[in-house]
């Protein structure tokens, strides 16, 4: 096994530093941090979302995989008659009010 080379003398650094290479590299990155900044293009302009929407949706996606369920299920459900027609009435106007594709 051989012993690992003796670490380079500070002089041997400084001499290094000084090479071409490092200097362009140098002058480069300061030019580049004392320049103007770089020109980007504008920010991508998102689509709104409609939260309200997207909960319709939602719902009604839990609703479509719940009907395939035995109606005796919900029998101990936490809401009355009334307020599940109340729903089912509000189900029937956005029907009634949706465009036929």
Same mark, same amino acid.
């Given at each position: ?23 362009? /590299? ?32 939602? /719902? ?42």
């Amino acid at each position: 096994m051989y012993p690992p080379p003796p670490p380079p003398e500070t002089d041997e650094l400084e001499k290094r530093a000084e090479t071409d290479e490092f200097i362009s /590299a140098e002058a480069e990155a300061e030019a580049i941090l004392d320049g103007p900044p770089p020109s980007l293009p504008p920010p991508a302009t998102l689509p709104a979302v409609d939260f309200v929407l997207a909960q319709f949706n939602n /719902a009604i996606k839990a609703l479509s995989e719940l009907q395939t369920k035995s109606v005796n299920r919900f029998a101990g459900a936490n809401y009355t008659a009334n307020d599940l027609r109340k729903i089912a009435d509000f189900l029937h106007s956005v029907a009634s009010n949706l465009r036929t594709e």
